[in-house]
């Protein structure tokens, strides 16, 4: 109350609020720290999507201590952990940690590896080229075989005894055949010498035998009797007519030196063995055989 006609005394009592009305800005850098610890995860996780295996292993490589040692033993050093002497139950394990130290004293299983591999390509690489040249030899017996149908196709002389050739590729190698035909036959009867008919098939075969370097096998053959035996003197007669062929591709350009073997076979081996008495079974059979070639006697 006031006395004495005075004003009356107030005091006022302020409140100091510090930091503001935002409690301070502490959670700022928390939540800084957050979104960076979060850019450096994605970060990461992107780095390990995009590198490769081998990329890994070259840092995982670089990171790994160098100085480890892989010994178990208590010491860590080369003889860790072993005795010296030959005598006594502490000297198991010496032997081993010496003959480990020098490689000499026994193959290691790294190297039988190594040599059992390398044997294992060599007989696959001589395979691959085994493989590679039998190929290569019965494409150019398909390619010889063509030639000669088209030349046959392609000359107005050879049309008409185009049937008379027989040709197909059997494990010996390229056969050509010329064969009898009913009324067509390439040797008189009883006659080793072929007729014209038959030199000029042979003189079109040796054309084709010179594109190739393949040594040449000639058989003759001839057919059974009407009633199916054999005559005596067949051998002798197959074996002269096989002889004539050769001395044909010899004049057309044939090297001696490709004539492997010259052979008669009678009827032994007839074309049509259901009817060994068929005109057919007559022939000369020529085959380019399945081998290298043959190099001249200089080399």
Do not use: C
Not at 162 to 191: A, H, Y
Not at 210 to 236: E, M, Y
């Amino acid at each position: 109350m006031a006395i004495g006609g005075d004003r009356p005394i107030l005091i006022k009592k302020v409140k100091k609020v510090s930091g503001g009305g935002h409690h301070g800005g502490a959670w700022k850098v928390a939540y800084a720290d957050f979104v960076t610890a979060m850019m450096a995860f994605f970060l990461l996780m992107w780095l390990i999507n995009t590198t490769s295996p081998e990329q890994k292993r070259g840092i995982a490589d670089y990171f790994a201590p160098a100085s480890v040692s892989e010994t178990t033993s208590g010491s860590g050093g080369i003889l860790g952990g072993t005795a010296l002497g030959e005598d006594g139950a502490k000297a198991s394990g010496s032997r081993d940690v010496i003959e480990e130290q020098n490689p000499e004293s026994k193959p290691t299983e790294r190297s039988q590896d190594t040599a059992s591999g390398a044997a294992q390509l060599e007989d696959a690489s001589e395979e691959a080229l085994r493989k590679e040249l039998e190929k290569r030899e019965t494409d150019s017996f398909a390619s010889a075989a063509q030639s000669l149908r088209q030349a046959l196709q392609d000359m107005p002389e050879l049309a008409e005894l185009s049937k008379q050739i027989q040709i197909d590729i059997t494990p010996e190698g390229l056969r050509i055949q010329l064969v009898d035909q009913e009324g067509r036959s390439m040797f008189k009867e009883g006659m080793a010498a072929p007729n014209d008919r038959a030199r000029i098939l042979l003189r079109a075969v040796a054309k084709i035998i010179n594109q190739l370097p393949n040594r040449v096998t000639i058989s003759g053959h001839t057919s059974a009797n009407p009633n199916g035996s054999r005559s005596p003197g067949d051998w002798s007669l197959s074996a002269a007519r096989a002889d004539q062929a050769r001395l044909i591709l010899q004049g057309a350009g044939v090297q001696e030196d490709r004539i492997y073997q010259v052979s008669g076979k009678a009827n032994s081996d007839p074309l049509y063995p259901d009817d060994p008495t068929l005109a057919g079974n007559r022939r000369i059979a020529i085959i380019l055989l399945r081998e290298a070639p043959v190099l001249p006697p200089d080399r």
